[in-house]
T-cell receptor, first 113, second 114 residues
């Protein structure tokens, strides 16, 4: 079975500061890993995904994530936070060849002016 | 190219009534997934459908819930005899070739059972 753990249900950072959202996964097979963002009362938008190619993945809105197999981690980062980054972020995993996503419980990111 | 369309956006039902949630995938997408998001929780997989076929329903409750994706028309998630615990946001996602490729989510239907 696969699972995802997101450390910190709420994260606050100052505008312009580094954003770091943590995600650890568990998978018995090489995983596909995803980060999604959800704005209030909206659906989910894909930020980036890892599919066994480059371990450093660049996404939209200046976000990137690094796949570290030894640490079973896929943390999301952004060098400089913007007010528009305030949202809920979900990490998700799926098995290569399997279809459904298993989501973490989410991290709510607040940006302090 | 319109995105994934879900309707209604908000649905209120009394206990014991039926709820029907609709999802029209993006043009050219033949894979549809339904997820449920309970308050303060992540999304939980419910069911994966292709046209006229249920591929994986391992996340569907055994009773009262059903889903279909007919040859023509939207995918329907049907909940019979709703209870308060069914109150949640229900999201549909669609893709061309499965969730490992680019999958797009709708804005969700927020079901409230009173």
């Amino acid at each position: 079975a696969q699972s995802v753990t997101q450390l910190g249900s709420h994260v606050s950072v100052s505008e312009g500061a580094l954003v770091l959202l943590r995600c650890n996964y568990s998978s018995s097979v090489p995983p596909y890993l995803f980060w999604y963002v959800q704005y209030p009362n909206q659906g989910l938008q894909l930020l980036l995904k890892y599919t066994s190619a480059a371990t450093l993945v660049k996404g939209i809105n200046g976000f990137e994530a690094e796949f570290k197999k030894s640490e079973t981690s896929f943390h999301l980062t952004k060098p400089s936070a913007h007010m528009s980054d305030a949202a809920e972020y979900f990490c998700a995993v799926s098995r290569a060849g399997n279809e459904k996503l298993t989501f973490g419980t989410g991290t709510r990111l607040t940006i302090i002016p | 190219n319109a995105g994934v369309m879900q309707n209604p956006r908000h649905l209120v039902r009394r206990r014991g009534q039926e709820a029907r949630l609709r999802c029209s995938p993006m043009k050219g997408h033949s894979h549809v997934y339904w997820y449920r998001q309970l308050p303060e929780e992540g999304l939980k997989f419910m069911v994966y459908l292709q046209k006229e076929n249920i591929i994986d329903e391992s996340g569907m409750p055994k009773e009262r819930f059903s889903a279909e994706f007919p040859k023509e028309g939207p995918s329907i998630l049907r909940i019979q005899q709703v209870v308060r615990g069914d109150s949640a946001a229900y999201f549909c996602a669609s893709s061309r070739q499965g969730m490992n490729t680019e999958a797009f989510f709708g804005q969700g239907t927020r079901l409230t059972v009173v």
